[in-house]
């Protein structure tokens, strides 16, 4: 099994930046794969980035440019930087993790584990 906790949503100004992080616990060891989606009211839980364990990286063509998916194995945290916020990208921000192979890797149904979600609002 494998928790995940994100840290690091809030409110900002559009053109502003936020910092997202997600510690993993338990069988880390097991992770192929960590991704960030995120959700906003009325709509589907969407990718936005993703990343493998080589560091490979796949992004939403909405976040190409503004984010960065990033990670840190020796302490077993994920990050996203998100610059340049638009009002469009407020949602719950998710933590995602699984250890199979796949190629849709911003598909939310690719992952087995996933944190409780932090919040980051963008006002105009």
């Known amino acids: 099994q494998v928790q995940l906790v994100e840290s690091g949503g809030g409110s900002v100004e559009s053109g502003g930046s936020l910092r997202l992080s997600c510690v993993a616990y338990?069988?880390?060891?097991?992770?192929?794969?960590m991704g960030w989606f995120r959700q906003a009211p009325g709509k589907e839980r969407e990718g936005v980035a993703a990343?493998?364990?080589?560091?490979?990286?796949s992004y939403a063509d909405s976040v190409k440019g503004r984010f960065t998916i990033s990670q840190d194995n020796a302490k077993n945290r994920l990050y996203l930087q998100m610059n340049s916020l638009k009002p469009e990208d407020t949602a719950m921000y998710y933590c995602?993790?699984?250890?199979?192979?796949?190629?849709?890797?911003?598909?939310?149904?690719?992952?087995?584990?996933w944190g409780q979600g932090t919040q980051v609002t963008v006002s105009s």
């Open positions: 995602a993790a699984d250890y199979r192979l796949s190629r849709q890797w911003l598909l939310a149904g690719e992952y087995n584990y």
């Open positions: 338990g069988y880390t060891y097991s992770i192929g794969r």
């Open positions: 990343i493998a364990k080589s560091s490979s990286t």
